[in-house]
């Protein structure tokens, strides 16, 4: 899909199925490589990094099955060999950041892995330079080559670890290094968002013992035998708060089945403070916005249990369109503004102060026009405003937003969207 068409300010009504977590599923299908026989994972949504993780496997030797959104994965074929020979297709690995969950899998499957470096994006360089200080703690040595990154180890030996910043990335790397090493691992500082607590309760069902997941200090015993488990996705955080936004933004009700509402807590407080109903029922998430909503003074993205970077660029059109003024800090990407000049385009009036701060100057309408998509979030951020604007918006660019919604079109269509893609 290049290009989505919307005609928008069509007052949202409708339920629509929430997909499975893409950043739930990428580490834990990275976590079957360290499990004996055939892991089953449900409720893997359809995307192309998890297709890209399903190439990766297979090319270690592993035979992976899908039958609709459930994969199997066994692990029987997978051979020392090929995590080496740099076999590993580097398109795969270049093209999308979860490539580096590998590198702790591997390190503890076979102790050693070549690996070329995993894809950055517009959004931030995206360093990985905790997740290799973390993993030399675990007696891990590595050597920059011209393909990327040689890493071994004589043996992996458990370590206290202390991160200097709560890297969801690099804790969820080191927890799948960890269950393999020799000893206690305490990793303090880590990261608590609900993908960690998902990889931690897959590891668990696979018989790893770990303990803290979701909390500060996460402990872990390692070298359990790992056996297959049968595991199910939860629901995507990120896609619930994407059809949430599209109601905020343009008014009307929705039910969201299967959105992880505990994992939304702050997403919620934002809503709730602006004046949208939020009720959380047998069926999903309703929500209800009727008013014109009122801008919250600020909003400030932070580690989990705060408010989520990635819901920063969906929000933004919310709040174009909010009675009021509100000062947005982005305190985890260091570049995760550039929509402002395609809403602004739209009528909205939002001001970068730099690279941290905007301010967002409630207008009453956007108009319709057509913008680019430059990465996942933001192109989606980029439709929301195109559902609420008056008129015609074209979002060029839509394989970003592809990235991370198994079909946008069809669930907003779902909602009484009228768009299409093409
Ligand atoms: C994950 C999510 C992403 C989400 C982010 C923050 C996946 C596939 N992606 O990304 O959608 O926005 O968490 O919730 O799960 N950093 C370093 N050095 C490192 C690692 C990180 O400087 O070694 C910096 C990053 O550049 C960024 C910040 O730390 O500025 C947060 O990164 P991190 O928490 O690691 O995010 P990801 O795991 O990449």
Known sequence: MDSVYI?????????????????A???????????????????CPRLADVYHMQTLLQSLGCSVTRDKNMLRVNTEGMSRLKALSGDMPKEAVESMRSSIFLLGALLNKTGEVELAYPGGCVIGERPIDIHIEALKQLH??????????????????????????????????????????DGTTIIR????????????????????DITGGGS??????????????????PGDRI??????????????????????TEQMQAIKKVAETMGAVWQETDKGLYIQRRERLKAPKQLITAPFPGFPTDMQSLFLPVLALAEGNCTVVENIF??????????NAMGAKIEQMDAKNARVEGVEQLTGCRVQAK????????????????????????????????????????LGVRIYGV
């Open 375 to 414: 990465e996942l979030r933001g192109g989606a951020a980029l439709v929301i405003a195109g559902a609420a604007a008056k008129g015609e918006t074209i979002v060029d660019g839509c394989g970003y937003i592809e990235r991370g919604y198994e079909n946008i079109c069809r669930d907003l269509r779902e």
């Open 140 to 181: 891990v040595s590595f050597e920059e080559k011209s393909y990327g990154l040689h890493a071994y180890t004589e043996g992996l030996k458990g370590a206290d670890i202390t991160l200097p910043f709560p890297s969801v990335g690099a804790t969820e790397n080191l927890l799948l290094a960890a269950v393999g090493a």
């Open 334 to 343: 260091e570049n995760r503004f550039h929509i402002i000049p395609d809403l």
């Open 239 to 260: 896609v619930a708060g994407t059809y949430l936004c599209a109601c905020l933004a343009v008014g009307g009700e929705v039910l969201l089945m299967e959105a992880p």
């Open 7 to 23: 005609r928008g300010g069509i007052v949202l009504q409708g339920q629509v199925s929430i997909q499975g977590s893409k950043n």
């Open 189 to 208: 500082g880590a990261a608590r968002e609900p993908e960690i607590v998902t990889l931690c309760r897959f590891l668990s069902a696979c018989g790893a």
């Open 25 to 43: 599923v990428l580490p834990v299908l990275a976590a079957t490589l360290l499990a004996e026989g055939t892991s089953v994972i449900e409720n």
């Open 216 to 233: 500060s200090t996460i402990i872990i015993q390692g070298r359990k035998k790992l056996c297959a488990a049968d595991f199910a996705i």
